[in-house]
């Protein structure tokens, strides 16, 4: 070998050295896991489905979900269905933390790892607590701070403390607890898309209407009826948008139906699909915010006994889900089924 050559390689191994003792000292982050770790709330894997109640504490709010004959509900709104898949994964994924790394007990350090006492508005911890029929606590906590590459891509690792005790733990494993009440909630209400829209009605308190048809589902126009003579839209998309009120309707807050007044007179918003489907909404103001009841119907229902079939059991899905249930409706979307004729045209031209 030549002397150059072997130089060359020489230093090519010593590049390789390095890198690898570089890349042996990065990993010093990542946790190993031992084998037999103690469970951080023993009782729950084998006690999960005696599970009754959980009860959340953070900083924007305290709230329980509690179980029932059909299935899980918010106690601080009238039991309404909260996701059963978001129940169980918070239940088995408390189960499944196992304890790796005792840490502070010290309470001016707990906010480093986001297990401070849970409910003030500093606070970025969730306290939890479940329990079962009998009022027996099951497990309680803090859930603190997420360590999602402890493990590298083997999994991540959570900052915890449990029930009354100090000392704050380094678990092994995530889990998902929402802060408030829309974070648990199923908030879906109704989804229609604009392009499945064949005639929409948008009605005021007062009379006046707004009308947006479509011919078929593959004309372009969606044509606006209402429009005062010598007066035009402001833009050539807005029977669109109002076609598209009820495109992933979602709700910001729930209450039963018996909380809230309507009058006589309402704001209405009808949606008809080209299969017949026809959503109507009631809504009223209430300190300027939108609440709206909703009903659904497969009566001019079309296509062959399958279609049909499907589309009254998707009506009768809606009207299920919004019976008893007045909802309140995000600002855009309020504002949208609300529209007023002036909202939507071009400012008439100084004479």
């Known amino acids: 070998m030549k002397p150059k050559s072997f ?39 084998e006690k999960a489905n005696d599970v009754a109640t959980v009860t959340i504490v ?20 009238g039991s309404y269905k909260v996701s059963f898949e978001k129940v169980k994964s918070a239940i088995v994924g ?43 606590t099951l497990a309680s906590g803090v859930i603190g701070k997420r360590h999602v590459g402890l493990f590298g891509q083997g999994g991540g690792g959570t900052y915890l403390r449990r029930g009354e005790d100090a000392l704050s733990w380094l678990a092994e494993g995530i889990v998902d607890l929402g802060a408030e009440p829309n974070d648990w909630m199923v908030r879906d209400i109704v989804n229609l898309e604009a392009e499945d829209i064949a005639r929409a009605v948008l009605h005021q308190p007062s009379g006046a209407e707004i009308t947006v048809t479509r011919t078929d589902k593959q004309a372009k126009d969606y ?18 948008n109002l076609a598209g009120g009820l ?27 080209f299969d017949g489907l026809e959503v109507r909404v009631e809504m009223t103001m209430v300190d300027e915010v939108v609440w709206g009841r909703f009903t659904a119907s497969a009566k001019n229902a079309k296509g062959d006994k399958k279609a049909i079939d499907a589309l009254e059991k998707k009506a009768n899905m809606i009207t299920e889900r919004a019976k008893g249930w007045v909802y309140e409706l995000s600002a855009g979307e309020g504002e949208k089924l609300t529209t007023k004729i002036e909202d939507i045209l071009e400012k008439p031209k100084a004479s």
């Not at 933390?97 to 500093?122: H, I, W």
């Not at 209402?226 to 807005?238: H, N, Q, T």
């Open 223 to 240: 044509v606006v009826t209402g429009i005062p003579k010598g007066r035009k839209l402001k833009d050539s998309s807005e029977g669109k």
């Open 7 to 45: 130089i060359s390689l020489a230093v090519l191994t010593v590049v390789f050295v390095i890198a690898a003792i570089w890349s042996f000292g990065s990993q010093r982050g990542l946790t190993s896991i031992a084998v037999d770790r103690e469970r951080a709330f023993p009782q729950l894997i």
């Open 94 to 136: 408390l189960g499944e933390l196992k304890l790796l790394e005792s840490k502070t007990a010290d309470t001016a350090r707990y906010a480093r790892l986001q297990v401070e006492n849970p409910g003030s508005l500093e606070a970025k911890s969730i306290g939890v607590e479940l329990k079962d029929k009998d009022d027996k």
């Open 247 to 273: 495109w992933r309707l979602t709700f910001e807050d729930v209450k039963p139906a018996k909380e809230i007044a309507f009058a006589d007179a309402t704001y209405t918003a009808v949606y008809e699909t």
């Open 58 to 77: 953070s900083n924007k709010a305290k709230f329980t979900i509690a179980r029932s004959g059909n299935g899980w509900g918010l106690a601080e709104k």
